[in-house]
Every structure is written in structure tokens, then in C-alpha cells.
């Protein structure tokens, strides 16, 4: 990948950050941060400071949801990006073109399956939900012992979790006495 260039400019970072928003449609603040990131669009600290000044200017607005704090364009931001989307450079547009398909889809299933942990004076508290069209289908709480085995609880929920909910709902559907 190319890296960031030095030379933009405040204005170039701004359109960037609403065209990878754009090109996103929803995220979470931890999602678009990520993407920023890995795509090589801004340093962490950079991102953080643009995030702020465009969220103040009304151009990038928020909303609670089931899934947690989604962030996505205002209608000014989809205007400003409509009109002075073109003073991108080409290489940059076709970054944030090229990688956040992908992304997208990866970002929905990330926050239709959240995991958390917590630590506690028990232990660590991880709490695992499904989530479908903005509904709890299934959220379970569950203590680990250490800090490694509710972090890869945390990883792991996402493969497992269709497996885990099948189980479950086969368990309790059983008649009294079926194997």
C-alpha cells in the first residue's frame, strides 16, 4: 500500500474521511478508525481530530442503536462530499473504492454478532449477542478465568455463534423425552 502522504491538505482530509464513510454507509467510531488506519487513509490521532471537527460541523452525525454508536453521513456531509468529492487525489479514491466493499460487509457482521468483556472481581464478564434487523435475538453472559480466554471468546463468537444459537434453540424445541 502507498503511504500517507505528508502534503494533503485539511480540506483533502476532510472529503476523505466522509468518502470512506461513504463508501462504508454505516460504522461504528472503532470501525471507521480501523478502516482509516489499515487502508493508510490517517494516522489514529489524525483521524480522531477530523472524526470531532466533522461530527461539530454537522457533516458526519450519529445514532444509537442495538448495534451500538453508528456513525454515518449527514445530508450536508453528502452534499459537501457530492460537490468537492472530485479534489480527492484519483489514488486515494480508488483505495477507499477498492477496500471498503469488503469492509462493509465484514463491519454488518461484526455488529450483528457483538462480543464484549469486562473485567470484574470475578473473573472477566463476556457478554455475546445476536442481533437481526436491529433485535437481541440471543445475548449470553459468561465468566472467564483469565483475560486470554475472554478475548478469544470475544474472536471466536463470530464463527461460533450460528453454531452456538442452532444448539440452543434445538435444545429447548426437543419434546420431554426425545432424544
Not at 453528502?78 to 480527492?88: M, V
Not at 470475578?122 to 433485535?135: C, K
Not at 440471543?138 to 471468546?153: G, H, M
Request: proline share 4%.
Amino acid at each position: 500500500m502507498n503511504p500517507i502522504p505528508k502534503e494533503r491538505g485539511e480540506t483533502e482530509d476532510r472529503l476523505i474521511l466522509l468518502s470512506a464513510l461513504s463508501a462504508l454507509g454505516t460504522a461504528t467510531e472503532d470501525q471507521l478508525l480501523r478502516f482509516s488506519v489499515e487502508a493508510e487513509l490517517f494516522p489514529q490521532f489524525r483521524f480522531l481530530l477530523l472524526l470531532g471537527d466533522l461530527q461539530e460541523e454537522s457533516l458526519i452525525a450519529a445514532r444509537e442503536s442495538a448495534e451500538g454508536r453508528l456513525f454515518f453521513l449527514s445530508p450536508e456531509g453528502r452534499e459537501t462530499l457530492r460537490l468537492f468529492g472530485s479534489e480527492i487525489r484519483p489514488s486515494v479514491r480508488e483505495r477507499i473504492a477498492l477496500e471498503a466493499p469488503a469492509r462493509r460487509r465484514k463491519y454488518r457482521d461484526e455488529r450483528q454478532l457483538p462480543a464484549d468483556w469486562e473485567k470484574t472481581e470475578d473473573g472477566f464478564a463476556v457478554t455475546l449477542r445476536a442481533l437481526e434487523e436491529g433485535r437481541e435475538m440471543l445475548s449470553v453472559r459468561l465468566f472467564a478465568a483469565t483475560r486470554v480466554d475472554a478475548q478469544r471468546w470475544c474472536l471466536r463468537w463470530p464463527e461460533a455463534a450460528q453454531e452456538i444459537y442452532g444448539t440452543l434453540i434445538r435444545a429447548l424445541s426437543e419434546e420431554a423425552g426425545e432424544e
